[in-house]
DNA sequence: TTGTGTTTATTTTGGG
DNA sequence: CCCAAAATAAACACAA
């Protein structure tokens, strides 16, 4: 290593940008999502360079997990420790850096909020699909923040993972993990009513008892994920793929995952009774979605500040 | 009080 | 060079 002194690279900032560390960490856990404090230590686990300036750092990392879409919180149940809620992505913003930097995006992923008060006038929403039926807001309080922010952004199709595949050490899961979400296709279209929930649909299916590929969730699709810097004395290695966190099995009686159960602070719920499987799971959690999930693709969401939108993406 | 979250404003930077 | 994405700062609300 022509390399004298400083032993490598690891006092450069990584070529990551924050979302990209984030989502990184997220996907390294086998939950796929991780609350604050976790993300924080993932990345001073593995990048030097950020264990310094912390509150710098730290802070535009908390405005990333607020102010991007991408990143949905999924608040804690009662029962478990810890403070504030896990982090997981948004089941639709597929592979953000497919362009293959993982600097930047392509385009950002944003979810088209509908104002409470003045959608009615129908906002020209460019989806993938065409109607979807105005409801009219109910019970829930709204926060004006995020509300008629238009912007133009991306999305709509899932990610292929195209570029990080060559990042995954050939062996391991031959399968070729993909993206969490691409598991959408094992229950069809209603992940995406599911998705509005807040949960990530490893949690779901596990939750649900659905057999959760286990190789498939588990592995990581990142360059760093599954590896320490420590250890390694030196530059930016080149990855390893350290598959960690099995997925616990599911013997059955195994209560709750260590998967809190989103408990949406809007969702007074609308105890529908019949309801199987997915579909009852988010009519508890939210109501007003189980109807609009029967229909087609109407995107459902909820805005970061708890309250449930119907929302499309941009393009 | 600290750790979390949100939000607004401003500056920097990657890429076309 | 231009634009949008990302980074940085900072104010402020909130809960444990």
Not at 70 to 87: A, H, T, Y
Not at 116 to 133: I, M, N, R, T
Not at 159 to 183: D, V
Not at 281 to 300: F, H, I, N
């Amino acid at each position: 290593m022509p390399r004298p002194g400083k032993n490598s690279y690891s006092d450069q900032k990584p070529p990551y940008s924050y979302i990209s560390l984030t989502a990184m960490a997220i996907q390294s856990s086998s939950e796929k999502m991780l609350p604050l404090s976790d993300i924080y230590k993932f990345i001073m686990d593995r990048f030097p360079y950020y264990r310094e300036n912390t509150q710098r750092w730290q802070n535009s990392l908390r405005h990333n997990l607020s102010f991007n879409d991408c990143f949905i919180k999924i608040p804690r149940r009662p029962d478990q420790p810890g403070k504030g809620s896990f982090w997981a992505l948004h089941p639709d913003c597929g592979d953000m850096f497919e362009n293959g930097s993982f600097l930047r995006r392509r385009k950002r992923f944003k979810l088209m909020r509908v104002e409470h008060s003045a959608c009615k006038s129908g906002p020209v929403l460019h989806s993938y699909h065409s109607h979807h039926s105005q409801h009219p807001l109910h019970q829930s309080h709204h926060h004006p923040s995020k509300l008629g922010v238009g912007h133009p952004e991306y999305l709509g199709t899932m990610g292929r993972l195209s570029h990080f595949q060559s990042y995954t050490l050939g062996g391991g899961q031959s399968g070729g993990f993909k993206h969490p979400f691409a598991i959408e296709s094992l229950i069809g279209r209603d992940y995406k009513g599911v998705m509005a929930s807040g949960l990530p649909i490893a949690s779901v299916m596990h939750h649900l008892g659905y057999p959760v590929p286990v190789g498939g969730m588990v592995n990581s699709v990142w360059p760093h994920v599954g590896m320490l810097s420590e250890p390694v004395s030196s530059d930016y290695p080149p990855f390893s793929v350290a598959v960690k966190g099995l997925y616990h099995h599911h013997p059955g009686h195994q209560s709750m995952p260590a998967v809190p159960v989103p408990i949406k602070p809007t969702a007074t719920l609308g105890t529908v009774p019949s309801l199987t499987g997915m579909t009852a799971g988010v009519t508890q959690l939210c109501p007003r979605s189980a109807s609009l999930m029967e229909r087609d693709a109407t995107t459902l969401v909820e805005d970061k500040s708890g309250s449930l939108h119907h929302a499309l993406l941009q393009s």
